[in-house]
């Protein structure tokens, strides 16, 4: 398949990546282009963005989570060869695993999708020297598949003369500059960026900065890199899950939580679950008082219910329905802030105490740090959601910790081998603070929707 992309890779973090993601985002779709984008890595926010605020499709890729045929095979599902894909890095170019693999880089997803890379430089304060660093990284690609260079935070002046050194010494275009520029800003919090919905104009903020793009970056040269990217094939393979869709008949409704306080998602996982039978609708917590009408199972994903724990304390019709439905023995599957929602009580860094479900008799609470952090696999402890012995990849990022984190299953720290129990999965729910991603095991998938069929033929009996 060819389809024309381009990966938005950077020395470092904080050298601009989501900025000139955005711009690209919004200026190739305001030429008319059907764009489409990708998060490397497990961040749930930056996707947000791009649907949210630009409107375009957008999920996350990540080699670790997957191997590389599954990686290329999500990379190009349901995609048409006259859309544009523009890939947003993660970290420092080279950074994977632990900062010293290349498992989980953007370089890696950029070697196993064949994408060619627009470097962007945060250039400010920097002189002469900003050649040598371009050199470094030019020497360490030996895939050479860095095809571009943005200059990030600099002055139009220095442009016109930096520009024909670097690409006279390096034989690098060099597509454009961004100035320094603080009309778009991205405020963030302990769990990262802030979300689309909190910043005040972010559209106007985002045109604003697309149109400055638009006058400093050359979309042309832009977009013959990207029409150089070389075709990839990918040869499908009819999956266990697939069959599942083709034999399905009569769909189990899961009730998906989304709202403000919860709507971290990936997108795969959800497709998954239909894939596997399930038919999802949504509902919110905060807004919500009752759940999805023949509702057979319940997934809880992450985000800030510490934010809205007030709110959340207050909608008690809501509070007593997911109660009921876990007493009820309904499949229910929560990770992070989903499996907070469902604490007795929510204390937060004030040290105000709010009361949640109480489907779980513990406490979680704030403590002030990063309690865990980065990737893991999960390994199974039992056979209702997780066979015992198998594995699932996900990750961890939260600042609460519970008084009952669960000790079902086993996660397994990829770089240092770090072992420590986690999660409760017994008596139909799984629950915990790791981020799942389902197509690493899909079986995961397929046992969630296998409870909540069971669950619906016990009703109807």
Same mark, same amino acid.
């Given at each position: 398949?060819?389809?024309?992309r #381009?990966?938005?890779? %950077?020395p470092?973090?904080?050298?601009? /990546?989501?900025?000139?993601?955005?711009?690209?985002?919004q200026?190739?779709?305001?030429?008319?282009?059907?764009? #489409?984008s990708?998060?490397?890595?497990?961040?749930?926010?930056?996707?947000?963005?791009?649907?949210?605020?630009i409107?375009?499709? %957008? /999920?996350?890729?990540?080699?670790?989570?997957?191997?590389?045929?599954?990686?290329?095979?999500?990379?190009? /599902?349901?995609?048409? &060869?006259?859309? @544009?894909?523009?890939?947003?890095?993660?970290?420092? #170019?080279?950074?994977?695993?632990?900062?010293?693999?290349?498992?989980?880089?953007?370089y890696?997803?950029?070697?196993?999708?064949?994408t060619?890379?627009?470097?962007?430089?945060?250039?400010?304060?920097?002189?002469?020297?900003?050649i040598s660093l371009?050199?470094?990284?030019?020497a360490?690609d030996?895939?050479?598949?860095?095809?571009?260079?943005?200059?990030?935070?600099?002055?139009?002046?220095?442009y016109?003369?930096?520009?024909?050194?670097?690409?006279?010494?390096?034989?690098?275009?060099?597509?454009?500059? @961004?100035?320094?520029?603080?009309?778009?800003?991205?405020?963030?919090? =302990?769990?990262?960026?802030?979300m689309?919905?909190?910043?005040?104009?972010?559209r106007?903020?985002?045109?604003?900065?697309?149109?400055?793009?638009?006058?400093?970056?050359?979309?042309? %040269?832009?977009?013959?890199?990207?029409?150089?990217? &070389? &075709?990839?094939e990918?040869y499908?393979?009819?999956?266990?899950?697939?069959?599942?869709? $083709?034999?399905?008949?009569?769909?189990?409704?899961?009730?998906?939580?989304?709202?403000?306080?919860?709507?971290?998602?990936?997108?795969?996982?959800? =497709?998954?679950?239909?894939?596997?039978?399930?038919?999802? &609708?949504?509902?919110?917590p905060?807004?919500?008082?009752?759940?999805?009408?023949?509702?057979?199972?319940?997934?809880? *994903?992450?985000?800030?219910?510490?934010?809205?724990?007030?709110k959340l304390?207050?909608?008690?019709t809501?509070?007593?329905? #997911?109660?009921? %439905?876990?007493?009820?023995?309904?499949?229910?599957?929560?990770?992070?802030?989903g499996?907070?929602?469902?604490?007795?009580?929510?204390?937060?860094?004030?040290?105000?105490?709010?009361?949640?479900?109480?489907?779980?008799? $513990?406490?979680c609470?704030?403590?002030?740090?990063?309690v865990?952090?980065?990737?893991?696999?999960?390994?199974g *402890?039992?056979?209702?959601?997780?066979?015992?012995?198998?594995?699932?990849?996900?990750?961890? @990022?939260?600042?609460?910790?519970?008084?009952?984190n669960?000790?079902?299953?086993?996660?397994?720290?990829?770089?240092?081998?770090r072992?420590?129990?986690?999660v409760?999965?017994?008596?139909?729910?799984?629950?915990?603070?790791?981020?799942?991603?389902?197509?690493?095991n899909?079986?995961? $998938?397929?046992?969630f929707?296998?409870?909540?069929?069971?669950?619906?033929?016990?009703?109807?009996?």
């Amino acid at each position: 398949m060819k389809l024309n992309r #381009i990966m938005i890779a %950077a020395p470092k973090s904080g050298s601009g /990546k989501t900025t000139i993601t955005c711009g690209l985002l919004q200026a190739f779709k305001d030429v008319g282009k059907k764009v #489409i984008s990708y998060k490397c890595g497990p961040d749930y926010i930056d996707p947000m963005f791009h649907q949210k605020v630009i409107d375009v499709p %957008a /999920k996350n890729l990540d080699t670790f989570f997957t191997d590389e045929e599954t990686t290329r095979k999500l990379f190009l /599902k349901n995609r048409k &060869e006259d859309e @544009f894909a523009i890939l947003e890095g993660v970290m420092g #170019i080279f950074d994977g695993l632990g900062g010293i693999r290349e498992e989980g880089s953007s370089y890696h997803l950029a070697k196993v999708t064949k994408t060619p890379i627009i470097l962007v430089v945060d250039a400010k304060g920097m002189g002469r020297s900003v050649i040598s660093l371009i050199a470094g990284f030019l020497a360490y690609d030996k895939e050479q598949l860095i095809k571009g260079i943005i200059l990030n935070r600099m002055s139009k002046s220095y442009y016109e003369m930096i520009k024909p050194l670097i690409e006279q010494e390096l034989s690098i275009d060099v597509v454009g500059y @961004f100035p320094d520029c603080k009309e778009f800003y991205v405020g963030s919090r =302990h769990l990262g960026l802030m979300m689309p919905d909190e910043i005040v104009d972010i559209r106007e903020q985002l045109q604003k900065s697309s149109g400055e793009l638009q006058k400093t970056v050359s979309l042309e %040269a832009v977009l013959q890199i990207a029409e150089d990217a &070389e &075709e990839l094939e990918v040869y499908p393979v009819i999956t266990d899950v697939e069959v599942c869709v $083709a034999d399905s008949a009569n769909r189990s409704v899961i009730a998906v939580a989304k709202d403000e306080a919860f709507c971290f998602y990936y997108e795969d996982n959800l =497709h998954l679950l239909e894939e596997c039978g399930a038919k999802l &609708e949504y509902f919110s917590p905060l807004h919500d008082n009752t759940l999805p009408d023949g509702c057979c199972g319940i997934l809880l *994903g992450g985000g800030y219910p510490e934010l809205y724990a007030d709110k959340l304390s207050q909608n008690v019709t809501m509070l007593h329905a #997911i109660k009921k %439905a876990a007493e009820s023995n309904m499949p229910i599957v929560a990770e992070c802030g989903g499996f907070m929602y469902l604490h007795s009580v929510i204390v937060d860094k004030e040290d105000r105490s709010y009361t949640l479900t109480e489907v779980l008799p $513990a406490k979680c609470y704030n403590t002030g740090r990063l309690v865990r952090f980065g990737y893991i696999e999960l390994e199974g *402890g039992n056979g209702d959601f997780l066979p015992k012995g198998d594995r699932i990849r996900g990750h961890e @990022f939260h600042y609460y910790d519970s008084e009952d984190n669960g000790a079902d299953c086993q996660a397994i720290k990829p770089v240092t081998g770090r072992v420590y129990s986690c999660v409760i999965a017994k008596h139909n729910c799984f629950v915990g603070f790791p981020h799942l991603y389902y197509p690493s095991n899909p079986i995961f $998938a397929e046992n969630f929707v296998k409870r909540a069929r069971e669950y619906k033929e016990r009703k109807e009996l």
